[in-house]
């Protein structure tokens, strides 16, 4: 009876080593919950604009508990750097990518990897024709075309010679806001748009047109600068002229020398975007698309007329100042 004994013992103790094995081997075949990882192409490393769209990206990030691949050249309007990234992601791997292109050149890289990899593309603030990306989220700078005429017939009166300055004058963005602006104008029978100029190469030639435009139309009312590098230059050049208060500058964006432009009375009013949206809302999206839910094609993150009257106000302070605590 005790040779029974133990070799019921040894089959014991075979069925269990044999239950561990099998047990041990279905948990390493089992899926691994991996996270998923969505590559953000950015317009720039640096400034206020582009580091508030990180912030948002990554309370995304956070929140979602998704991996977020960061990257950004150097310098603003740099399309040969951004398809270096843009292959770079694709070797690091993702499961979404958003893409603030520069120009359509790196759209194009950007779907050419995406028929390798077959994953969805979002743009993030310019926007274009791109059929096959899944959804735009920005401004819609048409919009803002018209806040900032209506916010410059607001001040002029509805009479007066007004000129529009801008660069990027081939960009979507710029052609969609200046449209915007001629829209409005056009429908003003006491406003003269007298001249439209755009900055060909170097930008600090915004303040060159802006003298130009002054000298020949020396009864101008205002002048509407289409982005945040014009509008600081064409500041600079009416304070440098004495001209502060009697023409009047709208102008897009509220990097710190805007404000401060804003604040001393040279800029009367500047139409703002959410980038902190933009960035949030482009991963949350992009997260989406990747597991397959339906995302909206466009998303209007919203732009704001901010003038001295109204920039101090708290919530108006949160969009000015995300990074102050």
């Known amino acids: 009876m005790g040779k029974w004994k133990q070799l019921v013992l040894y089959l014991m103790l075979i069925l269990l080593a044999l239950t561990a094995f099998y047990s041990c081997e279905a948990r390493f075949d ?11 192409i950015a317009g720039m490393k640096h400034g206020d604009y582009w580091r508030t769209v990180k912030l948002g990206a990554q309370m995304a990030a956070r929140e979602f508990d998704l991996n977020l691949n960061f990257y950004a050249p150097d310098y603003e309007n740099d399309p040969q750097s951004q398809i270096e990234l843009v292959e770079q992601a694709a070797r690091d791997g993702y499961d979404a990518l958003v893409v603030a292109p520069s120009d359509e050149q790196v759209m194009q890289k950007a779907l050419e990897q995406d028929n390798k990899q077959s994953m969805p593309i979002l743009t993030l603030d310019e926007e274009g024709e791109y059929p096959m990306i899944r959804s735009y989220v920005g401004t819609d700078n048409y919009e803002m075309g018209k806040k900032a005429g209506e916010k410059m017939l607001a001040i002029i009166g509805k009479l007066g010679q007004v000129a529009l300055i801008g660069s990027g004058e081939k960009q979507a963005n710029t052609k969609r806001r200046e449209q ?4 409005v104008m056009n429908g003003t029978a006491g406003v003269e748009l007298v001249a439209t100029r755009y900055v060909q190469s170097d930008k600090r030639q915004a303040g060159d047109l802006a003298r130009e435009v002054i000298r020949s139309y020396p009864g101008v009312e205002g002048i509407i600068a289409l982005d945040a590098s014009t509008a600081t ?3 600079a050049e009416i304070e440098r002229l004495g001209l502060q208060g009697k023409v009047k500058v709208v102008a897009i964006d509220s990097p710190p020398e805007v404000l401060e432009y804003l604040q001393e009375g040279v800029i009367q009013a500047t139409i703002i975007q959410n980038p902190f949206s933009m960035g949030y809302l482009g991963v949350k999206y992009a997260l989406e698309a990747s597991e397959g839910k339906s995302i909206p094609k466009r998303l209007d993150t919203g732009t704001k ?3 001295r009257e109204n920039m101090f106000w708290s919530e108006n302070q949160k969009l000015l100042f995300p990074f102050v605590k």
């Open 30 to 40: 089992a899926p691994v919950d991996k996270k998923k990882t969505v590559a953000l």
């Open 233 to 235: 230059r064409v500041a």
């Open 180 to 183: 915007g602006v001629l829209d």
């Open 305 to 307: 007329v901010i003038d």
